[in-house]
């Protein structure tokens, strides 16, 4: 092999490291700012706390203190009079009312007297005093304050995409297996973005995108404000969103900001970035949203083509077929899972014209019909799609031929829905209970 042929592909790694360097500076200069704003955002609500809790100390004092200034001249009062007293007649009762009846307005007058004195005697206690919050610690300080977080995404060697000449060793074997937090929703996308790390989206119409490392440690989690289709990678680091609600497609950053990446008009399902160019494509379904258009069999479906930074560049017509996850095998084919008529599932290969290559409709030897959810392609052009009836993942070869079960029943995988190739040659596999399983695909070299 003449190795200097790969003198370009250093250069341009060279230069990406460089760049690389320069992002890495700006966005440690843009945490450390964002730090110091949380800092300053925490001061003044604390000092806002400080205050109220100052200002409510001194309101009750001030109630307080004039309700005891009125009972200590009340009290003066009585013991000034009390004290001139040497005998209480009719005559000299406070709060005396004089009448007719004598003997009865001397009894009244008494009572009423008793009754005041009683009164003074009885003396409230009022207490005031700070209860503070809850113990602080690290975690709950952190909760509130933030954290520092970082992930690394290691796109395919550019070494990798050029060598053809070693056919790869597929030997299929779990090297790890981890259930989501606090779902147990079917995994309907995952996009790895290195050896041991991937975005994943479980439960169906979940805002929520997760960050996992393959020991099942939750790293980064973003909300965002529509629900989850489908999610992919690009080798800038970028994550791209479709949802099933609306026309458009997101992109979250490296430092986690959501942006609009593309409006479409249709209404996007499964996506795939080219390799090569970072070019997008997506799958979907133009309908106006009536209820008759929901239903109707005239909707157009296609497949779309957006360059990298999200500009429209073409489209084709795919109706009758309904796609769901798609594939790129190279600049000429694509790959999809197809909801076609009469609820008939099955896998399409078709050229960029839009023409069918070839039909993949399952094994006759499964149990159940096929229903093929999650689709990859790996960079031979095999083509591995998760099969949900029948609980395993198929692989096929450039030509749509059946190659083997990838993964079955004895894998321990129940109703396999997504699937991801990172760049190690894993493949990631979601299921409908919440779990992820990463199996040890091939080896390239």
Known sequence: MEYIKFLPILEMCMEETISQKSKLCEAARITSSDIINRAEILHAVINRVKENLLAKTENVLEIEIK?????????????SWLSAQTDISQQNLPCFKRGNNKEHNMHNGKKELL????????????????KSGESITDTNI???FGTVQNFSIT????????????FPTIKVHCSSRFKCKGS???????????????????????????????????????TLDIP????????????????YNGNSIWRLDEQLNVTLF?????????MAVHPRTNELYVCGVERDGSRDDLLSLNRRHLIARFSADGTFISDITISPHDPHRLGLMNEDKVCFSDYGKNNKRQLVVMDKMGTVLCVYEGRHELENPFYPLGTQVDQY?????ADWNNDCVHLLDKNGEFSQFLVDQESDIERPCSLGLDTDGHLWVGNATGHVHVFSYCTWL
């Open 115 to 130: 009754a005041s004195l009683q009164r003074l005697c009885e003396i409230q206690h009022t207490s005031l005093y700070f």
């Open 228 to 243: 989850v289709d489908h999610i992919v990678s690009t080798k800038n680091g970028n994550v791209l969103i479709s949802s």
């Open 381 to 385: 052009e095999n083509i591995i799609v």
């Open 67 to 79: 309700k005891m200034e009125n009972r200590e001249k009340e009290l003066r009062t009585w013991i």
């Open 262 to 270: 593309a409006n479409l008009s249709f209404i996007p399902r499964g």
């Open 184 to 222: 147990s929703g079917n995994i309907h996308a995952i996009a790895p973005i290195s050896v041991n790390e991937a975005w994943i989206c479980c439960g169906w119409g979940s805002k929520e995108i997760q960050l996992y490392h393959t020991n099942g440690e939750l790293l980064v989690s973003v």
């Open 142 to 144: 952190g909760s509130l």
């Open 155 to 166: 796109p395919p060697s550019p070494i990798r995409k050029v060598r053809r000449d070693t």
